[in-house]
């Protein structure tokens, strides 16, 4: 079993920053791609970001690019979430993800393409 362990959220302000970490951790799993979704109350689950391992490809979503930056540690593997000039809009619960690639088909920011999920970590953004 693979097990995907989130850290890092918490209430902050709007314009501050937080760091998201998700460590994976038991059986070896092929390593495609780790990323970040999140999901607010009432609403449908978005994709955030996330890196291909091989070519070290980042993606964002339009919503976050230029404020988040995704980084990882293949060896790990882990991912982290740098989160800067947050919004409320941003509250919501982030979850880490990760694929083996069985269906990389789906394309990186579809949720369908992760075989591996996390608990989340919820993130509260005050204006």
Known sequence: ???LVESGGGLVQAGGSLRLS???SG??????????FRQAPGKEREFVAAIRWSGRDNYYAD??????????DYAKPAVYLQMNSLKPEDTAVYLCAASS???????????TAYDYWGQGTEVTVSS
């Open 63 to 72: 919503s976050v690019k230029g404020r988040f930056t995704i980084s990882g």
């Open 101 to 111: 690639g069985a269906r990389a088909w789906s394309g990186i920011p579809v949720s």
């Open 27 to 36: 059986r070896t799993f092929s390593r495609y791609a780790m990323g970040w």
């Open 1 to 3: 079993q693979v097990q």
């Open 22 to 24: 998700c460590a994976a």
